[in-house]
């Protein structure tokens, strides 16, 4: 095997495994935020906690005969059984990371309660990455992407108008932290969540919500990101575009808890701002997974 | 196999890539593979673990006390609630009483859960200075 070779295996392999990461997290984040789900793990039994790894795994196999994560589908059998016990454990490091990152999970706590709520959490994730490369995958070859690429006068035509790209950008990342805020926003799992993080740890969540979304557009693979990196207009550099589309979810955050009345105009800014950060990680997971679809 | 799977097969053989169903593993997705099975061979054995471990203790709760807090004329008692046990409880209720001046003063808030081995914080609040107060869980449920 040449270098060169070598090297474009793991970069695949890495690039399969971040698309399974970007499934999980758009698949997983309305469960991430409902605190009964995180309930049902602080009693749930040991043989209960088996029996939904393996109704994870078997939903995975399942799913992988015909999706999965990889961009190449596995058809024999010992591929797809691999493939699944993998999703497996991604959708249960995922899990994991999310709820450490909400501040659900402490280290101080019981590990049954710590397995019960990661193995429970774990549960709508692996499903997530069950179905990663359905995503939206038709839109690349429907577009005519891939390896063959766009036709060239389209993209031009496209490309050429930066402010008409940067608009539906910026429309179907508002559309996509709309959706995922609406159903969000009303619930009490944002001030629960927010009043058991400290300032530093919130700085820790931006940085992860900026990565999520980073991954969900640039790094997965997914979708149209083949005509994305193309596209020319303010959006176009991936760090300005995972800034912007950031600074926008956040604002759709913002709104959304304001029109629910989660935060009033009386409320002191720190809590505008706790709260903000708070609903601004699955806002930025569903403006990323707009700019994907739309 | 289809007609598409066919016209699939035909166009990744065009574009020199092997049959992901029939070509052997590359290193990265061995390596991959086999970091997932650890990572699944340590959940399923913590699991099994803790279903094998006998020592199934109930809840049991201990209340430890803060400092007291004055703002403006009631007083703020910070209470931390442990559960011992290894088993969760739920709607942990804790009550605490107060003599002063004659008449008995009770202040109680309730915890959704607690589970074992850990921790959950609250405050009770007074008229009086509850230095003397007598703080305890009161009721529980099983969830």
């Known amino acids: 095997m040449s270098k060169s070779e070598a090297v474009s295996d793991w970069h695949r392999e890495l690039n399969d495994l971040m698309r399974a990461v970007a499934g999980a997290f758009l698949f997983g984040a309305p469960f991430l935020y409902t605190m009964e789900v995180w309930w049902k793990g602080n009693f749930t039994s040991p043989p209960r906690m088996l029996f939904a790894l393996a109704a994870a795994y078997v939903s995975l196999v399942a799913l992988n005969l015909n999706g999965g994560f990889r961009t190449r ?31 659900i999970i402490r280290f101080n706590e019981g590990l049954e309660v710590i397995m019960g709520r990661i193995v429970m959490e774990a549960v709508p994730f692996s499903i997530g990455v069950g179905i990663a ?49 609406s159903s969000i926003a009303p619930t009490d799992e944002i001030p629960m969540i927010a009043a058991g993080l400290s300032s530093p740890w919130l700085l820790v969540m931006i940085g992860a919500s900026l990565l999520l979304s980073y991954i969900i557009v640039f790094e997965a693979d997914l979708g149209s990101q083949s005509r994305r990196m193309t596209q020319t207009g303010i959006f176009q550099s991936p760090i300005s575009e995972t800034l912007a589309s950031y600074l926008l979810s956040l604002l759709v955050a913002f709104l959304t808890m304001w029109l629910f009345q989660l935060v009033r105009v009386d409320d002191p800014l720190s809590q505008w701002v706790n709260y903000t950060i708070v609903l601004g990680l699955p806002a930025t997971i569903g403006g990323a997974a707009g700019r994907v679809a739309l | 196999m289809s007609v598409k799977e066919e016209k699939r097969k035909e166009q990744s053989k065009k574009r020199g890539e092997k049959d992901p169903g029939i070509a052997p593993r590359s290193r990265a997705e061995w390596v991959s593979l086999l970091v997932a099975l650890l990572l699944l061979a340590l959940v399923v054995g913590t699991v099994v673990a803790i279903w094998l471990d ?29 559960n011992d046990g290894d088993a969760t409880g739920a709607q942990v209720t804790v009550t605490g009483k107060l003599e002063a001046d004659g008449e008995e003063e009770e202040a109680s808030t309730t915890f959704d859960f607690v589970p074992g081995h850990s921790q959950v914080e609250g405050s009770l609040i007074f008229g009086s200075d509850p230095v003397s107060a007598d703080v305890r869980v009161t009721s529980y449920q099983k969830p």
């Open chain 1, 133 to 181: 490369s359905n995503f939206l995958k038709k839109q690349d070859e429907e577009g005519g992407g891939g390896s063959d690429g766009l036709p060239e006068e389209r993209a031009q035509d496209w490309s050429s108008d930066a402010w008409r790209g940067t608009l539906a950008d910026a429309g179907s990342t508002v559309l996509g932290a709309t959706i995922i805020c």
């Open chain 2, 54 to 82: 006998p020592s199934a203790v109930p809840a049991r709760f201990r209340v430890a006390r803060g400092a007291v807090r004055v703002e403006g004329e009631l007083f703020y008692l910070p209470v931390v609630v442990s």
């Open chain 1, 73 to 103: 589908q596995p058809r024999a059998w010992n591929r797809i059984l691999g493939d699944s016990a993998e999703g497996l454990a991604v959708a249960l490091a995922s899990a994991a990371f999310s709820l450490v990152l909400i501040g």
